[in-house]
């Protein structure tokens, strides 16, 4: 069983659908990272947790420590959202290394 | 602005070559990271370093060689050992600073085997 899963792994939407992509994690974190990865290209940060809820333009995360779960939120979604998005979490300690999910494919239609 | 540059892009080896692969920051972390993602599998860690002069294997560390003479670069070289070369490799640093662990990626470099 991975340490890090997402769900569901691949997500097509309507434009202007609202967007909900799960996180769970079985690992004890010091933050936990919302990344989103267009094809072909590199990985952009949007958020790190460590405990309630974030929002950036259209974008809404979220955390709960006690049931080691995480969303990410998209209102009004748009073609241009599709992409990658990929949950990870940070140990924290000596290494600080992450541990990421296996993405979920976000595919929203005009 | 302060970032991740990694180099090429796009590279293609023929088998039985090493290469090696770029990565510089200019934004003063202490830390950095190599991790290698394929297709349906989360991205793991092969080689990282804490501090000049220092690093450590990760999860996949066999068949790649990495270096940290400069804080600001840790190249990695894929050798002629590592059986399954082609993959999508990205490179990442981090600073401890206020309690929490800020992480910087870069922009990768698809490294495909022909």
């Known amino acids: 069983k991975n340490e890090v899963e997402q769900s569901p792994q691949n997500l097509t939407a309507q434009e202007g659908e609202f967007i909900t992509i799960n996180c769970s994690y079985s690992v004890g974190i010091s933050a936990l990272h919302w990344l989103q990865q267009h094809p072909g290209g590199g990985i952009v940060s949007l958020f790190m947790l460590s405990s309630g809820k974030k929002k950036h333009g259209r974008l809404i995360a979220t955390i709960n420590i006690q049931e080691k779960h995480s969303s990410l939120h998209i209102t009004a979604s748009h073609p241009r959202d599709s992409a990658v998005y990929i949950c990870?979490?940070?140990?924290?300690?000596?290494?600080?290394?992450?541990?990421f999910g296996t993405g979920t494919l976000l595919a929203v239609q005009p | 602005d302060g970032g991740i540059t990694q180099s090429p892009k796009y590279l293609f080896r023929k088998e039985g070559q090493n290469v090696t692969l770029s990565c510089e920051q200019n934004l003063n972390h202490d830390a950095m990271y190599w991790y290698r993602q394929d297709p349906g599998q989360g991205l793991r860690l092969i080689y990282y370093?804490?501090?000049?002069?220092?690093?450590q294997k990760g999860d996949i560390a066999e068949g790649y060689s990495v270096s940290r003479e400069k804080k600001e670069s840790f190249p990695l070289t894929v050798t002629s050992a590592q059986k399954n070369p082609t993959a999508f490799y990205l490179c990442?640093?981090?600073?401890?600073?206020?309690?929490?662990?800020?992480?910087?990626f870069g922009s990768g470099t698809r490294l495909t085997v022909v």
């Open positions: 370093s804490q501090i000049v002069n220092d690093f």
């Open positions: 990870a979490v940070s140990a924290g300690g000596a290494t600080n290394k992450l541990i």
């Open positions: 990442a640093s981090s600073s401890p600073g206020q309690g929490l662990y800020g992480y910087t």
